[in-house]
């Protein structure tokens, strides 16, 4: 994986990529006087912008074999899905339960990387999958003293977490085919595509107002932009598992940035909840001697 210099500097880059996912979900929720959908719209479409202009200031034009672009617009949608799943979330439960539940993805992904592709699920993996279930299950059996919480915002949660699982496994091989910045400008705007698409034109084109911008132009720049790009360049120094488990801390850093910025307390749920969910990915995550390169199959983080 490189010198101890290039591993130092890999963990430091997936750091910082952990930060800049981290106000992903106290961004959006500053931009809540919008409508799930175009947080989500303006979010990708944004976001495909800013790594468009980063990817040619680099001197990298996003060129794909036209044959790809269906495919490459058919993950986009599940990947608006999830966005627009995760936004809805955030402005349904607690910041918390909702940050939670998205990062339980690398679970979902290994459930449907086993029933859909056959692949082999590692019997040693069982008991991380049994915790993370078990965790998310009792987050979403709900808090009695958080009355923000709501059953319908835990789900979208949980919907966001498997559209992304969804995302990151049927689309393995074409983030292997193509360069990041590449294949996320594409799939970005087939988000943005599927959401104009699918949403009614009075929510996507409505007015915006002065004070959602900011937000809205920060979600593009900080989590989608820098924290791809910085995340992208961790693995290229340091395993897939330890950017991997690094990234869901952004759940973590989430959670105090919403306590500092937006003044909301994590539930009792969610602080005793989050460590065995935790655990759960932990165990998944982590590759098993026998399989080498076994964590490239979880799925980056979905910011």
């Known amino acids: 994986m490189g010198s101890e210099g290039g591993e130092r500097r890999g963990l430091g880059y997936a750091i910082l990529a952990t930060v800049f996912f981290a106000t992903a979900g106290p961004l959006a929720r500053m931009a809540s006087a919008l409508p799930p959908a175009q947080v989500a719209f303006w979010r990708v479409l944004l976001g ?28 986009g949608a599940v990947l608006g899905l999830h966005f627009y799943f995760y936004i809805g979330s955030l402005f349904r439960t607690s910041l918390g339960h909702a940050l939670i539940l998205v990062n339980t993805a690398p679970i979902w992904a290994a459930l449907l990387s086993a029933i859909v592709l056959r692949e082999t699920l590692a019997a040693a993996k069982l008991p991380g999958l049994a ?23 835990d789900g979208f949660g949980l919907l966001a977490a498997v559209c992304y699982a969804a995302y990151a496994v049927a689309g ?22 599927a959401l104009a698409i699918a949403a009614p034109r009075t929510t996507i084109l409505a007015s915006v107002p002065a004070a959602a911008w900011p937000p809205l132009v920060l979600l593009a720049l900080l989590p989608t932009c820098f ?51 935790m655990a759960g990915i932990v165990w998944v995550v982590l590759p098993q001697r026998s399989v080498p390169g076994e964590a490239k199959n979880t799925p980056g983080p979905p910011r």
């Open 48 to 75: 495909a912008a800013a790594i468009l202009a980063l990817g040619l200031a680099q001197g990298k034009a996003p060129r794909v074999r036209p044959a790809d672009l269906p495919l490459l617009f058919a993950y």
């Open 131 to 153: 915790l993370g279930v078990l965790g998310t299950a009792w987050l979403v059996a709900g808090d009695p003293a958080a009355g923000r919480a709501t059953l319908a915002g």
């Open 172 to 193: 393995r091989r074409e983030r292997a085919r193509y360069e990041l910045l590449t294949y996320a400008f594409w799939v970005y705007l087939g988000a943005a595509l």
């Open 227 to 277: 924290g791809h790009t910085l995340f992208n360049a961790s693995l290229r120094l340091i395993h897939a598992a330890k950017a991997n488990l690094l990234a869901t801390q952004e759940a973590t850093g989430g959670m105090i940035i919403g306590w500092l910025l937006l003044g909301e307390i994590p539930t009792s749920t969610a602080l005793l909840a989050w460590p065995l969910v």
